[in-house]
């Protein structure tokens, strides 16, 4: 790595403005540097990264975090903030188990105004942080940088909305790079397209604010002649496409080069004086600083450990999501009312194959889980099979939707929950832990978990062909393992023995089978015959079926990549209870996830420090025996 000798002078983020113009264009060549190599070696956030570190260094020139507080919308571009603010010594334990995060959080800095992960909240956090200010007599400034992707989901409007509305001296600095983490969609990328290539408006209006903010303000009747003049250069010039900001009541400003440093701060500078909220629009570029990720800001966006001076090499190690493509493919090529939809993620999800063959029933609605679970509903009313697909921890967002506009009306919709389970190094705002516990909450679901690529097919199609109501079918991030692999696919999805035992029975979900097999082969060696069942179905739990599979069986342990106290393990239990079956099983364990956030780290560290792994399964049955 190169040398950084001005970063190595920052410890505290006051000190960026004491630099000069040359030392702080110094010092972004020097982040971009130290960011590059790190992530190059831990993984992480890179392209979102790199587009912000000139903003960043203008941020902290103008403005005094903590007095100040910058809420980082989503987070992924917060690497040159953490560099900054005290963590460059722990910069590189980065996304590792009991290092920094990759994201923004509160008990981490006293820097990290809110903790984030999730899109589109920055703006309401950032009105909730000051108007706690203002009741405290708090006179610090607060910012909201928030994408033009996280700029298309509902809550981003809702904000501004109530922003606007009270005239909420906050300041919203749109960073526009054009993606999410595929194309941008929809009419507000449209409008922000319009806007940034509109020069002849931010021309004139940028002339006439100049001469405008020389003049004081002296009351309600200037303050009114302003907006009037400035509506009136807006339709002047821009007659078919208004300035959405000003119509919601922000005082707008752009667009501007985004890498431009002095220019970045002298509108930070204005920002600061008006009285009123105000929305910095700047075009950046993703992955600036890095060829590799400017040319193709998508695959840099998350990525593994890799190269830098050959850039990331793509893979070709199939994995559950190109399963589920090959799958969604072949499913949509068979029944032509199968439509699929996802929120901003085509790629990443594996819709790319099925747009790529059925174009006219994709649908890409950006970065709208909500919008996109309801608009699916209306789609099935009207005789469609729509497939959602759904990181797992995006899921969450949609819970009102999946119960109230789904699940009460018993509509048939599929929803595929990828990168469900731990999921490792992006830590706990993206674990896909919950999505259990909420599709057992809800009437009139199946909660299907294959354990590897040709139970994923058999289920697919059974959701799409078969099922009535939402059929969730949650699958991993990553490969199948040979272990996996060779468990044999079966008729049906009721649970079912992968390897006969008599001694103990150990039920395992989706990939735990892994561990569960793992775990029967070290009890042998100990004289214990596992029984290892393949749950497949967590919802419906057919307690007859359960009676047939513990036939002669007194020791239980189920084991699931979700919340243990309220997952499938706790769901069997009360039924069995219920059902008045457990009067033969002295032990019944349930092993998952703990009632705590689960860190960063790798997924089979994390599944050690959860007792989750085929020793702790040996561990617990082992204890019984003592």
């Given at each position: 790595?190169?040398?950084?000798?001005?970063?190595?002078?920052?410890?505290?983020?006051?000190?960026?403005?004491?630099?000069?113009?040359?030392?702080?264009?110094?010092?972004?060549?020097?982040?971009?540097?130290?960011?590059?190599?790190?992530?190059?070696?831990?993984?992480?956030?890179?392209?979102?990264?790199?587009?912000?570190?000139?903003?960043?260094?203008?941020?902290?020139?103008?403005?005094?975090?903590?007095?100040?507080?910058?809420?980082?919308?989503?987070?992924?571009?917060a690497y040159a903030y953490k560099l900054l603010?005290?963590?460059?010594?722990?910069?590189?334990?980065l996304r590792q188990y009991g290092g920094i995060?990759?994201?923004?959080?509160?008990?981490?800095?006293?820097?990290?105004?809110?903790?984030?992960?999730?899109?589109?909240?920055?703006?309401?956090?950032?009105?909730?942080?000051?108007?706690?200010?203002?009741?405290?007599?708090?006179?610090?400034?607060?910012?909201?940088?928030?994408?033009?992707?996280?700029?298309?989901?509902?809550?981003?409007?809702?904000?501004?909305?109530?922003?606007?509305?009270?005239?909420?001296?906050?300041?919203?600095?749109?960073?526009?790079?054009?993606?999410?983490?595929?194309?941008?969609?929809?009419?507000?990328?449209?409008?922000?397209?319009?806007?940034?290539?509109?020069?002849?408006?931010?021309?004139?209006?940028?002339?006439?604010?100049?001469?405008?903010?020389?003049?004081?303000?002296?009351?309600?009747?200037?303050?009114?002649?302003?907006?009037?003049?400035?509506?009136?250069?807006?339709?002047?010039?821009?007659?078919?496409?208004?300035?959405?900001?000003?119509?919601?009541?922000?005082?707008?400003?752009?667009?501007?080069?985004?890498?431009?440093?002095?220019?970045?701060?002298?509108?930070?500078?204005?920002?600061?004086?008006?009285?009123?909220?105000?929305?910095?629009?700047?075009?950046?570029?993703?992955?600036?600083?890095?060829?590799?990720?400017?040319?193709?800001?998508?695959?840099?966006?998350?990525?593994?450990?890799?190269?830098?001076?050959?850039?990331?090499?793509?893979?070709?190690?199939?994995?559950?999501?190109?399963?589920?493509?090959?799958?969604?493919?072949?499913?949509?090529?068979?029944?032509?009312?199968?439509?699929?939809?996802?929120?901003?993620?085509?790629?990443?999800?594996?819709?790319?194959?099925?747009?790529?063959?059925?174009?006219?029933?994709?649908?890409?609605?950006?970065?709208?889980?909500?919008?996109?679970?309801?608009?699916?509903?209306?789609?099935?009313?009207?005789?469609?099979?729509?497939?959602?697909?759904?990181?797992?921890?995006?899921?969450?967002?949609?819970?009102?939707?999946?119960?109230?506009?789904?699940?009460?009306?018993?509509?048939?919709?599929?929803?595929?929950?990828?990168?469900?389970?731990?999921?490792?190094?992006?830590?706990?705002?993206?674990?896909?832990?919950?999505?259990?516990?909420?599709?057992?909450?809800?009437?009139?679901?199946?909660?299907?978990?294959?354990?590897?690529?040709?139970?994923?097919?058999?289920?697919?199609?059974?959701?799409?062909?078969?099922?009535?109501?939402?059929?969730?079918?949650?699958?991993?991030?990553?490969?199948?393992?040979?272990?996996?692999?060779?468990?044999?696919?079966?008729?049906?999805?009721?649970?079912?023995?992968?390897?006969?035992?008599?001694?103990?029975?150990?039920?395992?979900?989706?990939?735990?089978?892994?561990?569960?097999?793992?775990?029967?082969?070290?009890?042998?060696?100990?004289?214990?015959?596992?029984?290892?069942?393949?749950?497949?179905?967590?919802?419906?739990?057919?307690?007859?079926?359960?009676?047939?599979?513990?036939?002669?069986?007194?020791?239980?342990?189920?084991?699931?990549?979700?919340?243990?106290?309220?997952?499938?393990?706790t769901f069997l239990l009360s039924q069995l209870?219920?059902?008045?079956?457990?009067?033969?099983?002295?032990?019944?364990?349930?092993?998952?996830?703990?009632?705590?956030?689960?860190?960063?780290?790798?997924?089979?560290?994390?599944?050690?420090?959860?007792?989750?792994?085929?020793?702790?399964?040996?561990?617990?049955?082992?204890?019984?025996?003592?």
């Amino acid at each position: 790595m190169e040398p950084t000798p001005i970063l190595d002078r920052i410890n505290t983020p006051e000190q960026v403005q004491n630099l000069s113009y040359e030392e702080i264009r110094s010092l972004s060549d020097e982040l971009r540097e130290v960011i590059i190599d790190r992530v190059s070696q831990n993984g992480g956030h890179l392209a979102s990264s790199l587009g912000v570190v000139d903003l960043t260094l203008a941020l902290l020139a103008e403005f005094t975090p903590p007095h100040d507080q910058i809420v980082w919308d989503v987070g992924h571009q917060a690497y040159a903030y953490k560099l900054l603010t005290g963590r460059k010594d722990q910069f590189h334990t980065l996304r590792q188990y009991g290092g920094i995060t990759g994201f923004p959080k509160i008990s981490e800095s006293k820097y990290d105004a809110f903790g984030v992960g999730h899109s589109s909240t920055s703006v309401s956090a950032a009105l909730g942080l000051l108007r706690a200010k203002k009741l405290k007599g708090d006179d610090g400034h607060v910012i909201a940088v928030i994408g033009d992707g996280a700029m298309t989901g509902g809550m981003a409007f809702e904000g501004l909305n109530d922003t606007g509305h009270f005239s909420e001296n906050l300041t919203v600095i749109l960073n526009d790079n054009q993606m999410s983490i595929d194309k941008n969609v929809g009419g507000l990328s449209r409008a922000l397209a319009n806007l940034r290539s509109s020069s002849g408006y931010i021309k004139t209006k940028n002339r006439v604010e100049r001469f405008l903010l020389k003049i004081p303000l002296i009351g309600r009747p200037i303050a009114r002649f302003i907006r009037m003049i400035k509506t009136w250069i807006r339709l002047l010039i821009r007659r078919n496409a208004p300035v959405i900001f000003e119509d919601l009541g922000f005082h707008y400003f752009g667009p501007f080069d985004g890498h431009n440093i002095p220019l970045l701060r002298k509108k930070l500078q204005i920002a600061k004086d008006i009285d009123g909220p105000v929305l910095i629009h700047i075009v950046t570029k993703k992955g600036k600083g890095y060829p590799f990720a400017e040319e193709d800001p998508s695959s840099y966006h998350g990525v593994s450990p890799f190269d830098r001076t050959k850039g990331v090499q793509p893979s070709h190690t199939k994995t559950f999501t190109n399963a589920f493509s090959d799958s969604l493919v072949r499913v949509g090529e068979q029944y032509e009312k199968v439509v699929a939809i996802c929120a901003a993620m085509m790629t990443s999800t594996g819709l790319d194959q099925f747009r790529q063959h059925m174009k006219l029933r994709f649908f890409d609605v950006g970065i709208a889980e909500e919008h996109a679970v309801t608009m699916a509903a209306g789609m099935a009313v009207n005789g469609f099979v729509p497939v959602v697909t759904l990181y797992s921890t995006f899921a969450q967002r949609a819970y009102d939707q999946l119960l109230h506009d789904v699940c009460l009306q018993n509509l048939h919709m599929v929803l595929a929950l990828d990168r469900a389970g731990i999921v490792g190094a992006d830590g706990m705002t993206h674990q896909g832990i919950y999505d259990i516990s909420m599709m057992l909450s809800m009437p009139n679901v199946t909660l299907l978990s294959p354990c590897n690529y040709a139970e994923l097919d058999r289920m697919l199609e059974y959701a799409v062909s078969s099922a009535t109501g939402l059929v969730a079918v949650r699958y991993p991030r990553g490969a199948q393992s040979e272990v996996l692999a060779q468990i044999p696919s079966s008729e049906g999805i009721e649970p079912r023995v992968i390897r006969e035992g008599k001694n103990v029975a150990i039920c395992a979900l989706g990939i735990m089978c892994e561990q569960a097999l793992l775990a029967a082969d070290q009890l042998e060696e100990h004289g214990i015959h596992a029984r290892v069942i393949d749950v497949r179905s967590v919802k419906p739990c057919q307690v007859s079926t359960w009676k047939s599979l513990l036939t002669d069986i007194s020791e239980v342990v189920t084991i699931e990549d979700g919340i243990a106290h309220a997952g499938f393990g706790t769901f069997l239990l009360s039924q069995l209870k219920a059902a008045g079956e457990l009067k033969g099983i002295k032990h019944f364990e349930i092993l998952g996830v703990s009632d705590q956030p689960l860190i960063a780290g790798s997924r089979q560290i994390l599944l050690e420090k959860e007792h989750m792994d085929e020793h702790s399964i040996v561990e617990t049955i082992l204890s019984w025996k003592e």
